[in-house]
């Protein structure tokens, strides 16, 4: 999808962005890697040139072909006879037989380049200003001296466990997508749906649950999410000013590191964004890494409308509390005096910042059934609006059996 809808069909960097952000959200899950900048680079190297190879190769990119030549590249005959190979052989991996379509498709556009050439332009030229001529007029000859530098001499010379480690982050990420019911879903066969479906008015779920499918149904989820947010906030919406919106229960486990930077400029896009999740340390155990915390908050920043209903967590219900604020309260306090038998009193009346909902009174809310009545009870909170007594609060009750439209 990613190399057919882009205004340049071999952006690599639209391709690289998507499967870097999927990775990076995986990592982060697990174990909280991901900001270490060697790896990052190192990874980022692999998946580009991968890709890279891929286009030049074949003028497309599925998740099979990244797979096959990225495992294959360490077995290659190419790096053994230092770029030569049989391309008569039937049995060459793929990483040679990309490497053989490469130079086949190099040599076609030089031949193109060349014919626009007149004798007399050729023969003024020297053996290095035809080539540097070949360098700066033919874009392919600088991708695949690019691809060649780097799995001839950079990956080819690391270190061999640090090695195995990049190529497994890559390699061990494609092979859950090589595995069915997502292999069928999404990489043997163009699909019958894209993001801009939504635009003609369809809903699209994504019906791969994280309970049954488990790390690849989330990263399949996270990756069309990601589609789907680049596609959404690259339409005009001037021509088209449909609404859409992207909706995830148990949001935790659908975060990615963009999606901060998505919901700032989401509202202007024409998107409403819904995420549901338990409890705010939710975010944290699914937003790993360096400055976690951060990275949380600063999403949170982003969502304009906050929903509350019955929470047992302190942390989120002390930053419902302090989200909503504080308000004066009249703080009246008495004194009685006993002197030579005359009794006294005085009074004062002062005023004091207190907390408009305490954090306890989120547990307190009604969730629903039989012994509430059917009710539930949640306190909303929105920014830039004035709602109860002034404030941009207001506390909401929902009825089980009524139907809202």
């Not at 990874?43 to 096959?68: G, R």
């Not at 190099?106 to 193109?112: M, N, P, S, T």
């Not at 060349?114 to 070949?134: G, Y």
């Not at 790993?288 to 906050?306: D, M, P, Q, R």
Request: charged share 25%; glycine share 4%; hydrophobic share 35%.
């Amino acid at each position: 999808y990613e190399s057919s809808h882009t205004v340049n069909k071999s952006y690599t960097d639209n391709i690289l962005q998507v499967l870097k952000t999927v990775i990076r959200a995986s990592e982060e899950k697990s174990s909280g890697k991901g900001d270490d900048p060697f790896w990052e680079n190192a990874s980022d190297m692999l998946i580009s040139n991968t890709i890279d190879l891929c286009l030049l190769a074949y003028d497309k990119v599925s998740i099979e072909l990244l797979y096959n030549i990225a495992r294959s590249a360490l077995k290659s005959e190419f790096l053994k006879d230092k770029g030569e190979v049989d391309r008569e052989q039937n049995d060459i991996n793929a990483f040679d037989k990309a490497m053989v379509h490469a130079i086949e498709k190099v040599h076609e556009k030089i031949a193109q380049w060349a014919s626009t050439l007149t004798i007399e332009e050729r023969s003024k030229m020297t053996d290095e200003e035809q080539q540097e001529a070949i360098r700066q007029n033919v874009q392919e000859t600088r991708t695949f001296t690019s691809i060649k530098e780097f799995f001839f001499e950079t990956y080819a010379g690391l270190n061999e466990k640090t090695r195995s480690i990049v190529d497994f982050t890559f390699t061990g990420f494609l092979f859950r997508f090589l595995r069915e019911p997502v292999y069928s879903l999404f990489c043997n066969k163009p699909s019958s749906f894209t993001p801009e479906d939504c635009l003609n008015g369809k809903i699209i779920v994504i019906n791969l649950p994280v309970k049954l499918y488990h790390k690849v149904g989330r990263d399949a989820q996270i990756m069309f999410k990601y589609i789907w947010q680049r596609a959404m906030e690259k339409r005009n919406t001037a021509i088209n000013k449909r609404p859409v919106f992207l909706w995830a229960d148990e949001a935790q486990n659908f975060l990615h590191e963009h999606d901060a930077e998505f919901q700032a400029t989401a509202r202007s896009s024409r998107i409403a964004t819904v995420y549901l999740t338990q409890n705010i340390p939710n975010y944290y155990a699914n937003m790993g890494g360096i400055k976690g915390e951060y990275k949380v908050k600063s999403f949170l920043g982003t969502l304009a409308t906050k929903m509350f209903h019955a929470n047992a967590d302190i942390e989120t219900n002390k930053y419902a509390s302090d989200l909503i604020g504080e308000a004066y309260e009249e703080d009246i306090s008495k004194s009685t005096n006993h002197q030579d038998g005359n009794i006294s009193q005085t009074e004062t009346i002062s005023h004091k910042l207190v907390k408009i909902i305490r954090p306890e009174i989120f547990h307190t809310l009604q969730t629903g059934g039989e012994k509430n009545m059917l009710k539930v009870t949640g306190i909303i909170q929105v920014q830039g609006l004035k709602l109860l007594y002034g404030f941009s609060y207001d506390k909401l009750i929902f009825d089980q059996e009524k139907e809202y439209k």
